[in-house]
């Protein structure tokens, strides 16, 4: 017999898959602005600047990853959510249906 989820236990589910899912896409796009910064053409703030996001990121990155230990989820290569990822417009399709345009 399998235990019947209540409303929280559901609601954690969705959070947790919802924040892997957000998790996987903040490291995505750190490795994206890794791979795209030319050193050769930053100047000294640019890089200042550029160093100080990558930290935010990969520090809001790990705080989620604190929040998914607490409720039990492994980060997402594993979950299954629709994802359509197009750079030149970066529009995102949600599980849910929504879609959002940068």
């Known amino acids: 017999m399998t235990a019947r989820k209540t409303p ?3 609601g954690d589910d969705r959070l947790g ?3 892997a899912h957000f998790a996987d ?3 995505d796009h750190l ?3 890794t791979q795209h910064r030319v050193r050769e053409t930053e100047s000294a703030e640019l890089t200042r600047l550029l160093d100080e996001a ?3 990121i990969e520090a809001s990155r790990q705080a989620i990853g604190h929040v998914l230990a607490h409720l039990g989820v492994e980060t997402g290569a594993g979950h299954d959510h629709d994802h ?3 750079h030149g417009s970066h529009h995102h399709h949600h599980g849910d249906g929504t ?3 940068d």
Do not use: C, M, N
């Open 8 to 10: 929280a236990s559901t």
């Open 31 to 33: 490795e994206d602005l």
């Open 99 to 101: 879609h959002a345009r």
């Open 17 to 19: 898959i919802y924040l």
């Open 84 to 86: 359509g990822h197009d």
């Open 25 to 27: 896409h903040l490291e």
């Open 54 to 56: 990558s930290a935010s």
